[in-house]
């Protein structure tokens, strides 16, 4: 479920006030914070882990929180619950930010391209897109899958390509707001080539709303991939991965609610935080959005 | 009014016929010999033959689509190659579960989203406003996979008041019952919904709420709901009705999950024990009934605009 970047109309924004703007939102510096602190469990997260996230202990199935050794409790294979997590963090928000990023760059390409170039490739690129657009997200996700193959990759590629729409309709309309104005018309007399003035002046003066989207929809993407696995068609078991994690623990949520309590716990903080960095920055790039 | 209709259902055509061609090609875009993917690697010369023929794998691939739209235009879907029956058939008894379904949670989110919205404006920046935003946020952060999760163990569990899986009780067939089963279903996939359409209802009666015109309807006396239900509300409901528009198809996706997570016997849940199975019919079938039951939604969202603003005309 996606929010509307602010809408800009080619005034740049951004410099050294966005930054001043966004301290002042606590909830956003929080969420920073927040976000600081799983990018580095992210990438230490598999040396602090206290056991192997694919040990089994069958003599220790199914341990509460707070079990001596297993500080989140173990799940029906006696894997260390905690490990699991710490292991997950990497492939579960990694996959989130890797698909926002090649949404992104497919996207504000093909984005670019229409809006700034107009014509036939426009009016053929954008009935293109009227066209994915015309599948709710998930469904266009997992019917990419369903052309692909169920998988890690694979779901990881389909929440992606079914982002592109979203980026080039965001860019496109940007760049429609940015072509017109008298700075870029002042270039194109200067005789600068259309690949010098798209990426030196309209990209960089398109790119806040760009932004701020990215931000909200990485914890979208973090969801999704997480409900492919979910449904059995993104990372497999026994991947310590968020989404497969709450699909195991499913079976057990009656003796072990532990095992979907953490791993959805998980998944719900980095999405909120991600929100919350994401209405902070919207309204540090663009203050008359505040409140809406 | 009439040629506004008429017109943005002749633009539905090319995006149904695009979205036929995407759905087409599912089969084709998977790698390998979609008839040795569908029967696997153990599959008899004979089958996998008779397969190629009975999809008409044999044809160029334009004659392919050309027939295969043919037959969805005359209702036939194909035959499913795992459970050996008719795709449309499998999806009549399953698309009316998701229909109930989202349909339930769309009612749900509207109601709950559109109140807290007009009374979170009314009284801006008061205890309430923050407490509803709040909650909104929360609720739309939710997987709402993870929520399902939640409601089933503190309200199927924990306290045993609701059902956690399937339409109806054992033995049992009646709407009373139906409707008790989707109690929770219904409230997990409206969660998110509702909060969207919470804070757009929100920020889009706080612009209205300061004109001219809702200065005078109080000062003609008329009562504070009257004020905000019927002057400011229906002022501000075109950017809702788009969000609400929206958040259909938001629904539509996650009835996929949410049917997983309820065994709510729905067109998704097939859809994924198709695409598990490689039983691409099936998946083609499914995927086509929603994305276009989801153009024809956007298309009533469109001829409500029309309704509720007779300004607009394209």
């Known amino acids: 479920m996606r929010q509307a970047g602010p809408d800009l109309d080619g ?25 600081l602190a799983v990018g580095v469990i992210a990438v230490i997260g ?55 990023l090649m949404a992104m760059a497919a996207g504000v390409t093909l984005g670019l391209a229409a809006g700034y170039y107009g014509g036939f490739f426009d009016a053929l690129a954008m009935r293109g897109i009227d066209v994915l657009m015309a599948f709710p997200y998930v469904l266009l996700a997992i019917a990419i899958i369903a052309a692909l193959g169920p998988g890690l990759t694979n779901a990881m590629l389909a929440i992606a390509i079914a982002g592109i729409p979203y980026y080039a309709r965001i860019t496109r309309s940007a760049v429609l707001s940015v ?5 870029i018309e002042a270039q194109r007399a200067l005789g600068s080539t259309n690949r010098r003035i798209v990426l030196r002046h309209v990209l960089p003066n398109a790119l806040a709303p760009i932004i701020v989207a990215a931000t909200l929809d990485v914890g979208w993407m973090i969801t999704a991939a997480a409900g492919m696995s979910f449904l059995g068609l993104g990372a497999q078991p026994p991947t310590p991965e968020w989404g497969v994690m709450l699909s195991d623990g499913r079976q057990f949520i009656r003796v072990a609610p532990h095992l979907t309590l953490m791993p959805g716990l998980a998944i719900f903080i980095v999405v909120l935080a991600l929100n919350l960095l994401g209405d902070g920055l919207r309204d540090a790039l663009d203050p008359r959005l505040k409140d809406s | 009014m009439t040629t506004y209709i008429a017109r943005r259902m002749l633009a539905s055509i090319p995006v149904l016929l695009g979205v036929s061609i995407l759905v087409f090609l599912i089969m084709h875009l998977a790698p390998g010999d979609p008839a040795l993917i569908m029967l696997g690697p153990k599959a008899t010369a004979e089958a996998l033959e008779r397969l190629r023929q009975e999809l008409g794998l044999d044809q160029p691939l334009y004659i392919q689509y050309v027939r295969w739209l043919g037959n969805v235009l005359q209702g036939d879907l194909g035959r499913s190659v795992q459970l050996k029956r008719e795709v449309s058939e499998l999806l009549a008894t399953r698309f009316s579960a998701t229909l109930l379904l989202t349909a339930g949670a769309s009612l749900l989110a509207v109601v709950v989203g559109v109140v807290a919205g007009v009374t979170s404006a009314a009284r801006q920046y008061s205890l309430l406003d923050r407490v509803s935003m709040l909650t909104a946020l929360v ?50 996939l409206a969660t998110g919904a509702a909060a969207v359409i919470a804070r757009m209802t929100r920020s889009s009666v706080l612009e209205v709420i300061r004109q001219d015109y809702i200065r005078t309807a109080r000062a003609k006396g008329l009562s504070e709901r009257v004020v905000l239900y019927r002057h400011a509300l229906r002022n501000a409901l075109i950017p809702v009705l788009t969000v609400v528009g929206l958040q259909v198809g938001f629904l539509l996706g996650g009835a996929v999950l949410v049917e997983m997570v309820f065994s709510w016997p729905g067109i998704g849940l097939l859809m994924v024990n198709g695409i598990l199975a490689r ?16 153009v024809i939604i956007n298309l009533l969202v469109d001829v409500l605009y029309a309704f509720v603003d007779p300004r607009i005309r394209y």
């Not at chain 1, 924004?13 to 956003?28: E, N």
């Open chain 1, 46 to 100: 598999p040396f602090i882990a206290p056991h192997d996230p694919l040990e089994t202990n069958l003599s220790m199935r199914l341990k509460p929180p707070g079990t001596p050794g297993h500080l989140l409790g173990t799940d029906e294979l006696g894997r260390d619950v905690l490990s699991r997590l710490l292991h997950g963090t990497r492939l579960s928000v990694g996959i989130g930010f890797l698909a926002v």
């Open chain 2, 139 to 188: 609720g739309f952060c939710l997987p709402v996979f993870w929520l399902g999760l939640l409601l089933q163990i503190t309200l199927g569990y924990r306290w045993p008041i609701f059902p956690v899986s399937g339409m109806n009780s054992p033995g049992t067939t009646g709407l009373l019952d139906t409707l008790w089963h989707l109690v929770l279903p219904a409230v997990t």
């Open chain 2, 279 to 294: 039983d691409f019919p099936l998946v083609q079938g499914a995927v086509l009934v929603v994305a276009a039951s989801y």
């Open chain 1, 11 to 35: 005034e740049r924004r951004s410099g050294p006030g966005v930054w001043q703007r966004l301290k002042r939102d606590r909830w956003a510096v929080a969420s920073l914070f927040v976000l």
């Open chain 1, 179 to 183: 072509r017109e104005q008298e700075y």
